[in-house]
């Protein structure tokens, strides 16, 4: 199987940069590729539909480019989701919603591999990951399991209130900071609270930093980064696919339809 880009970059203290997808069209994925600007894709499987033979095309397409692979993954069914799509070729899984340490200890716990230096749940499926015939030997693939990459949202009230554990927590290697969940678990509409939602996210860029976990921030524009580098991030991802489409359809389909009504 291909080098786990993202684990290097992690491993190297080299920058990253994403964008999002939620097409399971693995043309889609080669037409990321094929600008050569990016590090790894992040598929949103918390907003899209698939089924599981999208996860395997979906990394076939990603290898085809030399770029990594991410998945976001629901709360509820995370264990099995994620496993599955890291034995499809996932490089790395992006958690949601968990609010507790225990939470995240609960599904670090399954996607470490089950041997007994790493004390995990994730066995030795046949599927992609182990690579078909010939087997890769057992210890290659914990190795590979083991490199995953774990990103976790920080999105909720009681995450930001256990944020110096929960970055201190051993496997959690990214953490991303979610405005819209975080105010609402905190009772009001972000558009009103947006200085409080900028402080959260501040303060847990620092408090990841000082515990070596990698924090990563989504953003639309370029010129959004900067913010960000000025309090030490490196990894970006940036653009999602359905507000690209969106925003293009909205803003030229409205001065498109400005000029046919002048026809009338």
Not at 39 to 59: G, K, M, R, T, W
Not at 130 to 155: C, F, R, S, W
Not at 188 to 202: F, G, P, S, T, V
Request: hydrophobic content about 35%; aromatic content about 10%.
């Amino acid at each position: 199987m291909k080098e786990n880009k993202l684990r290097y970059l992690l491993d190297n203290n080299l920058p990253s940069v994403a964008t999002r997808v939620e097409s399971v069209w693995p043309t889609i994925v080669e037409i990321v590729g094929s600008t050569g600007k990016y590090d790894y894709i992040e598929f949103v499987a918390e907003y899209a539909p698939y089924n599981l033979s999208d996860f395997e095309n979906i990394c076939r397409a990603t290898e085809l480019y030399n770029m990594s692979s991410m998945i976001k993954v629901d709360f509820q069914n995370r264990a099995f989701v994620a496993q599955k799509a890291m034995a499809s070729g996932f490089q790395s899984v992006l958690l949601v919603d968990h609010k507790t340490p225990d939470e995240v200890r609960e599904s670090l716990h399954v996607l470490k591999p089950d041997r007994p230096q790493d004390m995990g749940r994730f066995g030795y499926p046949n599927s992609r990951w182990i690579g078909y015939q010939p087997h890769n030997a057992q210890m290659d693939y914990a190795d590979m399991v083991k490199n995953t990459v774990v990103a976790l949202m920080i999105e909720k009230k009681e995450a930001m209130d256990n944020i110096e554990e929960i970055c201190s927590i051993p496997g959690v290697d990214m953490v991303q900071f979610g405005p819209s969940d975080y105010s609402m678990s905190c009772g009001y509409n972000m558009k009103d609270h947006l200085d409080e939602c900028k402080a959260a996210e501040r303060k847990m860029i620092e408090v990841a930093l000082k515990h070596g976990v990698q924090p990563r921030c989504e953003i639309y524009t370029a010129e959004d980064a900067q913010y960000y580098i000025d309090l030490g991030v490196k990894h970006f991802c940036i653009g999602d696919e359905l507000k690209i489409v969106t925003t293009y359809w909205s803003q030229t389909g409205e001065a498109m339809r400005a000029a046919a009504d002048k026809l009338k």
